[in-house]
């Protein structure tokens, strides 16, 4: 009937950060595949934001499919060992109700058809049933099954059909002789006796559709053929009348007094911190579990929330609250693989932290299956190659170093493929700007940066055509303009980065007086260099920076200083 739902060894999230670019996926499905083999137990990798079309490109041209989307980590009903139940059916008698909670420490038996809920009887419910006074009719108005009735008073069946329901009558016992019981016995009633042959005898000619015939009594031959000819059901148990009269009503289908209206249920993908306030204001002992599919799961209670299970997660590419998949504060962090500075991002308990000043973190993971002499697949060794080539834009990035270069000849050699026509290929599809809207431009590569006080959100594009970069400048500028509300931060900024001569135009929107030129100092630029101003946003247009092309190492410092000087 139940039991405590403990899910199986609960898997590892491997997530890059929010707006992924093709280092923090490709680094999340090769970490994952190498901790599995590792460990033996399941890591997968998620995705807590959309691809941007070079890494769409990237898996498409390797016949990989897209890690599933997660919006955020946060503790969900399934991560708590709730109570699984099956449920039971309605037609189920206050009996056999009782029994199995009286058998349990529940207190609630959630009612199922098919699987879905239609309602719930708790033991309060059930103990009125056996306080109230009803009318001697309530077995026909419940609709209760002739097998309830036997299976309750423990009764045989002499005849009769076990499936029949009864639907009318009312319930007597035939304590009378038989000519008062000709009064008050009509066609349909239930009557209780025991081994007086008239009595039974009387109760069948009167059209009674069952005789209870008590205290192990036997039932003649006679009475029997009569009753069968008569359509009539007859019970034999051993209890006496009295105690049948006690117990009959515990025959009826708990359907009948079961709660329909206004049940509180949860499904098993909603959040601890949603359902905690909920139980707070109700405080009931249990509430139903609803799965995917809308059928019953299970019960649970505030009790057991409070032992739940928190999600496992990796963190890869990034170590900053602010760029890591909501909900990071609720999991259980195991480890952090990243090549950028410090976040401050903190952990309840040590992890395991693997920061290293390379051009990329797939560089690291490379490192690491070496390390473990774990063999690269072709398909891992393409994914890490796409990877570092992307991250430090060919090798030119200053952040690429030469251990970046020799783990992409290395993994060219494993996965047979050319690295300069496969830069060329991802770079090309990657950079569509003709085509994209503003939004796809901004969102492909973004990333929120924080110091102190100031936040701020640098986004990054790429492409070797420097005439795109030229066309679409105007159009981003307005669009981060008249979009800086919506757009999550009070300073903007956008790296149309030309890959072929190594420069960033630089585009900017912030609402700190005299920030642009904070700025043009901070890169040593004349404020008289900035273009496309306009008197209507004053600390806003484009800063022309040749040699700067890594966001990580040549720009968020340089943004970072230029507000700290700001704010004095």
């Not at 997660?313 to 990243?338: F, K, M, P, T, W």
């Not at 190492?553 to 000087?565: G, H």
């Amino acid at each position: 009937m139940q039991n405590i739902n403990t899910p199986a060894e609960n898997p590892v999230y491997v997530i890059g950060h929010k707006n992924p670019d093709t280092d923090s996926i490709c680094s999340a499905i090769c970490y994952a595949e190498l901790k599995t083999k590792l460990t033996g137990r399941p890591h997968i990798a998620k995705r807590c934001g959309h691809t941007n079309p070079e890494t769409a490109y990237v898996l498409s041209h390797f016949g990989i499919d897209k890690p599933e989307y997660v919006a955020n980590v946060y503790t969900q009903v399934k991560d708590v060992e709730y109570r699984h139940l099956k449920g039971v059916s309605g037609e189920l008698s206050i009996k056999n109700a009782w029994s199995i909670l009286s058998s349990s420490d529940l207190s609630t038996l959630p009612i199922v058809d098919n699987g879905y809920l239609t309602g719930i009887i708790t033991v309060n419910d059930i103990a009125k049933t056996c306080m109230e006074v009803y009318d001697n009719d309530i077995i026909s108005k419940a609709k209760t099954p002739f097998s309830n009735l036997a299976e309750t008073l423990n009764a045989d069946f002499i005849t009769g059909d076990p499936d029949k329901v009864i639907s009318d009558g009312k319930l007597l016992v035939a304590a009378a002789n038989p000519d008062l019981m000709e009064i008050y016995i009509e066609k349909n009633d239930i009557v209780i006796l025991g081994n007086r042959y008239e009595s039974q005898l009387c109760a069948i000619e009167m059209g009674a559709q069952c005789i209870i015939v008590c205290e192990g009594s036997p039932v003649s031959l006679t009475i029997t053929k009569l009753a069968e000819s008569k359509n009539c059901t007859i019970l034999k148990t051993f209890y006496d009348a009295y105690t049948v009269s006690r117990l009959v009503n515990q025959s009826i289908p708990i359907r009948y007094f079961m709660k329909t209206d206004n049940i509180i249920t949860f499904n098993e993908d909603d959040y601890i911190k949603d359902i905690r306030t909920v139980m707070a204001k109700k405080r009931l002992p249990y509430y139903p579990v609803l799965a995917e599919d809308g059928k019953l799961a299970g019960l649970i209670s505030q009790r057991n929330y409070l032992n739940a299970n928190p999600k496992n997660v990796i963190l890869v590419d990034h170590n900053e609250r602010s760029q890591a998949v909501d909900g990071i504060d609720e999991v259980n962090l195991l480890e952090i693989i990243d090549h950028h500075r410090l976040g401050g991002l903190q952990t309840m308990t040590p992890v395991y932290f693997r920061n290293m000043p390379l051009g990329c973190t797939a560089t690291i993971i490379y490192s690491l299956y070496n390390e473990y002499q774990v063999e690269i697949s072709k398909k891992i060794a393409s994914l890490l190659l796409a990877a570092i080539i992307s991250d430090t834009l060919m090798f030119r990035s200053p952040t690429c170093t030469a251990t970046d270069r020799e783990a992409c000849t290395r993994l060219s050699e494993i996965a047979e493929l050319d690295i300069e026509t496969l830069a060329n290929d991802m770079f090309r599809e990657g950079c569509q700007l003709a085509t994209q809207t503003e939004p796809e431009i901004f969102y492909q590569d973004n990333k929120l940066f924080a110091a102190d006080d100031f936040k701020c959100i640098i986004a990054q594009v790429s492409a070797f055509n420097p005439d795109a970069i030229r066309n679409v400048k105007p159009k981003m500028l307005k669009y981060m303009r008249e979009q800086k509300s919506a757009l999550g931060a009070d300073t903007l900024f956008l790296m149309l980065t030309d890959i072929s001569c190594e420069a960033t135009t630089l585009l900017f929107y912030s609402e700190l007086e005299d920030f642009d030129e904070a700025l043009a100092k901070a890169f040593n630029q004349s404020p008289n260099l900035i273009q496309d101003k306009d008197p209507e946003y004053p600390c806003s247009g484009s800063l022309y920076l040749p040699g700067v092309v890594s966001r990580k190492k040549q720009v968020a410092p340089v943004i970072i200083s230029a507000a700290k000087e700001i704010n004095g």
